[in-house]
C-alpha cells in the first residue's frame, strides 16, 4: 500500500511517499499554496494509486498544540472534502524542518526551501512508519518483569544449611559445638556465596525475560502492524472502482457505464454538461459537448468521487496528449483547427484500424480539399443515435442514410458538426500526419482488410468483390 506524506506549511507543501512493504520514506517534491494545491496533491495521490496521507502536525516544546496545529488540521479537513475517500493520520513533525536543512547540507548538493519542505515530510512520514504513531494498531503493553526470583533457584543452597542443623543436634555437645562452630562459618560463607549467587542468578534471568520481553514485543508489534496494513488495503480496496473509456466509445457510452457502477442518471447528465476550465476546450463552437474529449484511458476511483472529478481526469489526459503532441499546430498544417481535427479523428477511430488509419485520414482530407461529400456511413450510424437511438423511425439503410442531421456526411458537405466518438492517440496522430498517398475511397471487407482506390468505379468494383455482407450491415 502507498503512503503520502505531507508538511504542511502556509507557502508551501512538501510530500513524500513509501510503501508499507518496504517502509522506507522517499521526498516527492512540493507544492505551492495558491489554489490549486488541491488539485496537485490529487494528482500525486492518484499516480501513486493511494489516498492516505500522513500529515505533520505542529506542536510547542511542551508538547501542546498551536496555532500551526489548528491550521495543519483545518488543512486536513479540507484535503478530506478536496479527495473524497481520503484517510488522514497524524505525526508529530517538532523540528523536522531544522533536521531535514541539516541533511541537505550535508549532502552537499543545491537545494531551495521547497526541497527542504519534501525532505521534512519524507521525516514525518518515515517517523510515522517506524513508530506508527497514534494512528497505528495499539502498541503490545510491555510485559511485566516478576519482582522476585523463584524460590526454587536458590533450593540447594537452603537444603545445605538444613541438613548441617539436623546433624548439630545428634552429636555430643563438645562435637556439637564443633559442628556448630563450622557451621556458622559455613552459613555466613553461604550467605555471603547467596548473596553473590543470587545477585548473579537475578541479573542472568532479568536479562533472559527482558530479551525475551524485547522480541516477543518486537514481534507483537510486526504482526499488530501486518494486520493493520492489511486492513487498510481491503478497506482501499473496498473503496475503490476502475473506470474505463475505451477509444471509439461514444459519450453515450460514457453515460451508460458511469450509471452502471453506482452513479444516478441525473448527476452523470450534469456532469457532462457542466462547464470545464480546460484551454483545448475553448476553441469548440456554442453548444458542443464533450464529446470527442474524453481521453480513452482506465483510472481508479474511490466510491464517492463526484461525477465531475471522475470527467476531469478523462479530460486532464486530451489535454496531456494534445500538448505532448503539439496536435493544435499539426492539425493546422493539415488546415484544420483543433476542434475540427478531433472532429475528423473521431471519425477515423470509428472507420479503420491502427495501421490504416493514416491512410483512411488521408481519404477523408483530400476528399475535403476537393469539396466532395465524405460519404461516412459511421457518421451517419452517430446521427441516428443522436435522433432515433432505438431505431424507431429509419428501420433501414435507405432512410437512414438520408437523416436530417449536421452530423450526416452523406447529406451536408464538410465534417460533420462534430466528433462522433472519443477517439485514441492512433487516431489523433493519424490526422496529425496522414500518409502521402491520393486514394478517394475506402472499404472494409468482409475479410476486415481495407480496400482502396481512386475512382468510383473502382470503388464500386471493390464493394461488389470483398464487401457482399458487411456493406449490407444496418446502421
Known amino acids: 500500500m502507498r503512503i503520502l506524506g505531507l508538511d504542511v506549511g502556509e507557502k508551501r507543501i512538501g510530500i513524500a ?4 512493504d518496504t517502509r522506507i520514506a522517499i521526498p516527492v517534491g512540493y507544492v505551492e499554496v495558491n489554489g490549486s494545491e488541491w488539485q496537485e496533491i490529487a494528482r500525486i495521490a492518484n499516480l501513486n494509486s493511494t489516498a492516505f496521507f500522513v500529515v505533520g502536525l505542529p506542536r ?74 497514534t494512528s497505528a494498531p495499539s502498541e ?37 559445638d564443633k559442628v556448630k562452630l563450622k557451621t556458622k562459618k559455613a552459613k555466613h560463607k553461604m550467605k555471603t556465596a547467596t548473596k553473590w549467587v543470587s545477585g548473579v542468578a537475578i541479573l542472568l534471568i532479568l536479562g533472559v525475560i527482558a530479551t525475551g520481553v524485547a522480541l516477543f514485543i518486537k514481534e ?11 486492513e487498510q488495503e481491503a478497506q482501499m480496496e473496498a473503496d475503490v472502482f476502475n473506470f474505463t473509456i475505451r477509444p471509439g466509445e461514444t459519450i453515450f457510452d460514457v453515460e451508460k457505464n458511469l450509471i452502471a457502477v453506482g452513479y ?8 457532462l454538461e457542466a462547464n470545464y476550465d480546460f484551454a483545448f476546450l475553448k476553441g469548440r463552437p456554442t453548444g458542443a459537448t464533450l464529446e470527442g474529449y474524453l481521453y480513452g484511458e482506465t483510472h481508479e476511483f474511490y ?28 492539425y ?25 488509419m493514416p491512410t483512411v485520414a488521408q481519404v477523408f482530407l483530400t476528399r475535403l480539399n476537393y ?33 436530417d442531421s449536421c452530423y450526416n456526411t452523406r447529406l451536408y458537405q464538410g465534417l460533420p458538426c462534430g466528433p462522433i466518438s472519443n477517439p485514441g492517440i492512433e487516431a489523433l496522430l493519424a490526422v496529425a500526419q496522414p500518409t502521402d498517398t491520393s486514394y478517394l475511397y475506402f472499404l472494409t471487407g468482409d475479410d476486415g482488410l481495407m480496400y482502396y482506390s481512386y475512382t468510383e468505379d473502382e470503388h464500386l468494383q471493390n464493394a461488389a468483390v470483398h464487401c457482399q455482407n458487411l456493406c449490407s450491415v444496418s446502421l
Open 220 to 230: 507483537q508489534r510486526h504482526l499488530a502492524y501486518q494486520e493493520w496494513v492489511a
Open 17 to 20: 511517499r513509501a510503501d508499507s
Open 60 to 133: 510547542s516544546n511542551e508538547g501542546t498544540e498551536t496555532q500551526q496545529s489548528l491550521f495543519v488540521r483545518n488543512f486536513a479537513k479540507v484535503l478530506v472534502e478536496k479527495i473524497p475517500g481520503a484517510k488522514i493520520r497524524f505525526q508529530d513533525e517538532s523540528l523536522t524542518s531544522v533536521v531535514a536543512e541539516e541533511r541537505l547540507k550535508k549532502s552537499g548538493r543545491a537545494y531551495q526551501k521547497g526541497d527542504i519542505d519534501a525532505e521534512a515530510a519524507a521525516i514525518i512520514l518515515q517517523d510515522f512508519l517506524e513508530n506508527f504513531s
Open 371 to 403: 469539396g466532395m461529400l465524405l460519404g461516412s456511413d459511421v457518421t451517419v450510424s452517430y446521427a441516428l443515435d443522436v435522433v432515433d437511438p432505438y431505431r424507431q423511425v429509419y428501420g433501414d439503410n435507405v432512410g437512414a442514410v438520408s437523416v
Open 140 to 176: 503490545v503493553p510491555e510485559a511485566k518483569i516478576p519482582d522476585e526470583v523463584p524460590t526454587g533457584v536458590m533450593a540447594g543452597v537452603v537444603s545445605a544449611v538444613t541438613d548441617a542443623r539436623d546433624t548439630a543436634a545428634n552429636l555430643t555437645k563438645k562435637q556439637s
Open 264 to 271: 444516478s442518471a441525473t448527476e452523470v447528465k450534469q456532469a
Open 303 to 330: 466510491r464517492g468521487t463526484p461525477v465531475e472529478e471522475v470527467i476531469k481526469t478523462y479530460l486532464e489526459g486530451m489535454g496531456r496528449v494534445i500538448a505532448e503532441n503539439d496536435l493544435e499546430a499539426r
Open 332 to 356: 493546422a498544417a493539415q488546415g484544420l483547427s483543433l476542434y475540427e481535427g478531433i472532429t475528423l479523428a473521431s471519425m477515423v477511430q470509428k472507420e479503420a484500424t491502427a495501421s490504416d
